[in-house]
Nanobody, 125 residues
Framework: QVLLVESGGGSVQPGGSLRLSCVAS????????MGWFRQPPGEERERVAA????????FYDASVKGRFTISRDNAKNTVDLQMDNLITEDTAQYFC??????????????????WGQGTQVTVSS
């Protein structure tokens, strides 16, 4: 069975940091682009960041570029999202996802095959 499990969410004040982690199993992890998406309350799901199967290419939405960093460890089947200088607009349910496109392509959510169940991030004062 395919399984993606996120962890590391929580509640922080603006300017704080969190590190999300996702561990994958049940598929050939080293062949997949990995991504992070989020869904703010009452809004549509949006893309956050992605990383190619070999870790050589990364992609970021403009809203998080310079503040978030995506990384992966293919020996551990994990992908992390380091979130720094958090702002209230980052509040959302964060999801880990896997795409069979090794280099992510245009990395829209419809191009991702497997999804985790999410972890909540709340940024408030």
């Amino acid at each position: 069975q395919v399984l993606l499990v996120e962890s590391g969410g929580g509640s922080v004040q603006p300017g704080g940091s969190l590190r999300l982690s996702c561990v994958a199993s049940g598929f050939t992890y080293t062949d997949y682009c990995m991504g992070w998406f989020r869904q703010p309350p009452g809004e549509e799901r949006e893309r956050v960041a992605a990383i190619s199967s070999n870790g050589e290419r990364t992609f970021y939405d403009a809203s998080v570029k310079g503040r978030f960093t995506i990384s992966r460890d293919n020996a551990k089947n994990t992908v992390d999202l380091q979130m720094d200088n958090l702002i209230t607009e980052d509040t959302a349910q964060y999801f880990c996802a896997a795409s069979a496109r090794p280099f992510c392509g245009t990395w829209y959510s419809r191009n991702f095959d497997y999804w985790g169940q999410g972890t909540q991030v709340t940024v408030s004062s």
